[in-house]
């Protein structure tokens, strides 16, 4: 689309009314010498049914052509799709190329668009129907700085985008190359698109370093998502002057002597939750405390608006970017053995069954005991092991209490229909040198659950109060799945061979589906598949219920240090405590606001937005790092799961590493395979050969492309598939 073109059509959406020749000519500043090149323009546009005339030479645009705002979404392949307007914070994420509706934009329709540009559109239908858009114009480019490699030349060299999305190259003059060697990471801040260039200028304004260093590579990470990785001046100075204040004042309750622990991960940088469970008349008492973040980030302070710009702490395999300077999150915020902390403490009461019968919440100082790790109550618990259960034991009757309410917790939320996924996450095992020894899935033991049974209990209890109190806050919400998704799953399952019934949709059905594959092949499929009929988890001020965990009422109390909607969670509930309290210590806690905007239905959906930003971030280093582990064994054979079917090939998952790849159709020999659309796979033409979802075969390593994050494989027909056992 020339610029001419560009300025009329939004001249037309402007005036939205007719206009003679003369009118465009004198809106658009047009000479004489210009008058047959607009004719023709506007004769064009009339064959391509966008613009209309009467026989007085009269012109508008022409009905449903009215323009609308989006971004682009690009493909490496040069075509683009128009986002006209983002999915609702609960959506799940948008299909992968072939699947999705979103407006086509073929690239000679990109006009000088690039991926994530917000642009102005013009909408129309080709061929059968289906929807195209034209980008008419750019509104505002998403890319003033770009993470990339830098190519040195003798006068000038040139930066190639890391996202692959982007496609041009910017063009950096040697006194501008701010020193960076040819082959190192850059980030370059780009110039203006001249008109007719698809290559800007631009000049280098970071050196990141070598990309073959897994630091260098995460600083490219954290660049490329846009994660604020540095905390600004006036934070700095405001963490340096906070002092430790343990003050016992008359709203906090002393808890130093009940036997609070901590468990955690080996490897864990921040300690902001402990637990202790005493044995009662009627069952158990719980106590969950939560560092009391709130008591050092006062509302609207720098440290306060630094905090809320992260929104959540981003963790990656050899670094973290907090979401509150380590002086807090590892010290005075860090729930160290042995150490006076301020908290936040839920007390819940609960009989046998698990019933809460009662809550209470105050503000409170403890003295954590012991720092536990999963790994070291399984083996006390668990395994019975001799030495550690004579090191640790005077926590022999608390952690037996522990994973007895535990118990008692995780059976009541299964029988009222919590879903229970099991999807392991990816542990990289990195040595001292960058190699990659092992990509292997996560496991969770009794441990893991016992933690995660007691924070659901309080994050439950917690929105509870506040929704019964009529405090504003954020709750955790998750809404009913997308129905025609999930009937869409059960016709697939249903051509697996399982036995899954006509009541769709409710938590409890999921939660039968889930135990059907438990230990099967097609356990961690089926988890994934129906993890994707899921809404997004999301925050908001209205409680509407969370779906997946069957609980009328939740939100998030328990990691205030490394995730905002929890702090104004602890804000609101000190609210609500000071206004039971007299009116002299209620006056101060009421006005404190909960955020840096009053709105919280903005908040919310701000803050969800940081999350996604955050776990695509770690998606992304994670991919990169599994790319890096296997681009050294190219033509080596492993044995996998087809865990998707597309009309493009199958993707598959590894059993020995936690490694998921490709196997594109041009690598699928012997045969012309179809997409079976209906059932799910893909047929062979001749043989009548079928692979589907859940089927073991084995596979040869073919390619790796790091920049694309994509590790591509062939079926070997040199070994036999793997039985189906």
């Known amino acids: 689309?020339?610029?001419?073109?560009?300025?009329?059509?939004?001249?037309?959406?402007?005036?939205?009314?007719?206009?003679?020749?003369?009118d465009i000519m004198e809106s658009l500043h047009l000479g004489h010498h210009e008058r047959k090149e607009l004719l023709i323009l506007l004769a064009d546009l009339g064959r391509r049914q966008l613009v209309t005339s009467s026989g007085k030479r009269l012109y508008?645009?022409?009905?449903?052509?009215?323009?609308?705002?989006?971004?682009?979404?690009?493909h490496p392949r040069g075509f683009g799709f128009a986002i006209i307007q983002t999915a609702g914070q609960g959506q799940a994420p948008r299909p992968k190329t072939g699947d999705r509706q979103d407006p086509f934009i073929a690239p000679e329709n990109l006009?000088?668009?690039?991926?994530?540009?917000?642009?102005?559109?013009?909408?129309?239908?080709?061929?059968?129907?289906?929807?195209?858009?034209?980008?008419?114009?750019?509104?505002?480019?998403?890319?003033?700085?770009?993470?990339?490699?830098?190519?040195?030349?003798?006068?000038?060299?040139?930066?190639?985008?890391?996202?692959?999305?982007?496609?041009?190259?910017?063009?950096?003059?040697?006194?501008?190359?701010?020193?960076?060697?040819?082959?190192?990471?850059?980030?370059?801040?780009i110039g203006a698109f001249k008109p007719g260039q698809r290559n800007p200028e631009g000049r280098i304004v970071e050196v990141l370093g070598d990309p073959a260093s897994i630091d260098v590579e995460t600083e490219m990470v954290i660049r490329k998502r846009g994660l604020p990785h540095q905390f600004s001046a006036e934070t700095v100075e405001q963490v340096a002057a906070l002092t430790e204040d343990l003050t016992l004042t008359p709203d906090r309750a002393d808890l130093r002597d009940v036997l609070h622990i901590t468990i955690d991960g080996e490897t864990a940088r921040d300690f902001d939750?402990?637990?202790?469970?005493?044995?009662?008349?009627?069952?158990?008492?719980?106590?969950?405390?939560?560092?009391?973040?709130?008591?050092?980030?006062?509302?609207?302070?720098?440290?306060?608006?630094?905090?809320?710009?992260?929104?959540?702490s981003v963790y990656f395999p050899t670094r973290v970017v907090p979401m509150l300077p380590e002086r807090l999150s590892n010290d005075l915020c860090s729930l160290v053995p042995d150490q006076d902390r301020l908290t936040f403490t839920a007390i819940l009461?609960?009989?046998?069954?698990?019933?809460?019968?009662?809550?209470?919440?105050?503000?409170?100082?403890?003295?954590s005991r012991y720092r536990m790790t999963y790994t070291k109550v399984k083996k006390i618990v668990v395994d019975q092991d001799k030495e550690l259960r004579k090191e640790y034991r005077l926590l022999l009757t608390p952690l037996k209490r522990m994973a007895e309410l535990a118990a008692a917790l995780e059976q009541r939320r299964q029988a009222r229909g919590s879903i229970g996924f099991e999807i392991p996450e990816p542990e990289i095992a990195i040595g001292p040198d960058d190699q990659i020894s092992a990509v292997n899935r996560s496991a969770r033991n009794l441990a893991h659950k016992m933690i995660e049974e007691f924070m659901l209990a309080a994050n439950e209890a917690v929105a509870e109060a506040l929704s019964e109190n009529h405090r504003p806050t954020l709750y955790r919400i998750h809404e009913t799945p997308d129905q025609a998704k999930v009937l869409e799953f059960t016709h697939f399952a249903r051509s697996l061979g399982l036995g899954i019934s006509t009541d769709t949709g409710s938590p409890q059905w999921f939660g039968k589906i889930l135990k059907l594959?438990?230990?099967?092949?097609?356990?961690?499929?089926?988890?994934?598949?129906?993890?994707?009929?899921?809404?997004?988890?999301?925050?908001?001020?209205?409680?509407?219920?969370?779906?997946?965990l069957a609980a009328t009422y939740y939100t998030h109390f328990t990691s205030p240090i490394r995730r905002y909607p929890d702090l104004m969670v602890h804000r609101a509930l000190a609210g609500l405590a000071a206004a039971k309290a007299p009116r002299s210590k209620a006056k101060k806690t009421e006005a404190l606001p909960a955020s840096p905007t009053a709105d919280l239905t903005a908040a919310g959906d701000f803050l969800s937005t940081r999350e996604r930003v955050?776990?695509?971030?770690?998606?992304?280093?994670?991919?990169?790092?599994?790319?890096?582990?296997?681009?050294?064994?190219?033509?080596?054979?492993?044995?996998?799961?087809?865990?998707?079917?597309?009309?493009?090939?199958?993707?598959?998952?590894?059993?020995?590493?936690?490694?998921?790849?490709?196997?594109?159709?041009?690598?699928?020999?012997?045969?012309?395979?179809?997409?079976?659309?209906?059932?799910?796979?893909?047929?062979?033409?001749?043989?009548?050969?079928?692979?589907?979802?859940?089927?073991?075969?084995?596979?040869?390593?073919?390619?790796?492309e790091p920049r694309q994050r994509r590790i591509n494989f062939a079926i070997d027909e040199l070994r036999p598939a793997i039985a189906d056992t």
């Open 349 to 367: 009461e609960f009989d046998r069954t698990g019933k809460r019968l009662s809550s209470k919440f105050t503000r409170s100082i403890i003295r």
């Open 1 to 22: 689309m020339n610029p001419l073109e560009e300025e009329l059509l939004t001249l037309f959406r402007r005036e939205q009314g007719e206009l003679s020749l003369a």
């Open 273 to 312: 939750d402990a637990v202790a469970v005493d044995k009662t008349t009627r069952g158990f008492r719980l106590y969950v405390s939560i560092a009391d973040v709130s008591h050092y980030v006062q509302p609207d302070t720098p440290l306060d608006r630094d905090a809320y710009q992260r929104g959540t």
């Open 614 to 704: 955050a776990v695509e971030a770690d998606r992304e280093m994670t991919e990169r790092l599994q790319a890096r582990f296997m681009a050294d064994k190219i033509g080596e054979s492993f044995e996998a799961v087809v865990s998707g079917v597309s009309a493009f090939g199958l993707y598959v998952e590894l059993l020995e590493w936690f490694i998921s790849g490709a196997v594109s159709m041009t690598k699928l020999k012997g045969d012309y395979f179809q997409f079976d659309t209906k059932n799910h796979r893909l047929v062979g033409a001749n043989t009548g050969k079928i692979y589907q979802i859940g089927d073991l075969v084995r596979v040869r390593l073919a390619s790796v």
């Open 60 to 74: 508008q645009l022409a009905a449903g052509q009215d323009l609308v705002e989006g971004t682009v979404e690009m």
């Open 111 to 189: 006009a000088t668009a690039h991926h994530g540009d917000r642009v102005l559109l013009q909408l129309f239908k080709r061929g059968r129907g289906r929807q195209e858009a034209r980008v008419v114009r750019v509104l505002e480019r998403a890319a003033s700085r770009v993470v990339g490699i830098y190519m040195a030349g003798r006068a000038q060299g040139l930066v190639t985008p890391e996202d692959d999305r982007l496609l041009f190259n910017v063009l950096v003059r040697k006194e501008h190359s701010c020193g960076a060697r040819d082959g190192f990471a850059v980030v370059v801040e």
């Open 517 to 548: 594959v438990a230990g099967s092949p097609k356990e961690y499929i089926i988890n994934n598949l129906l993890l994707r009929t899921m809404q997004r988890a999301r925050y908001s001020p209205d409680n509407v219920g969370h779906f997946g």
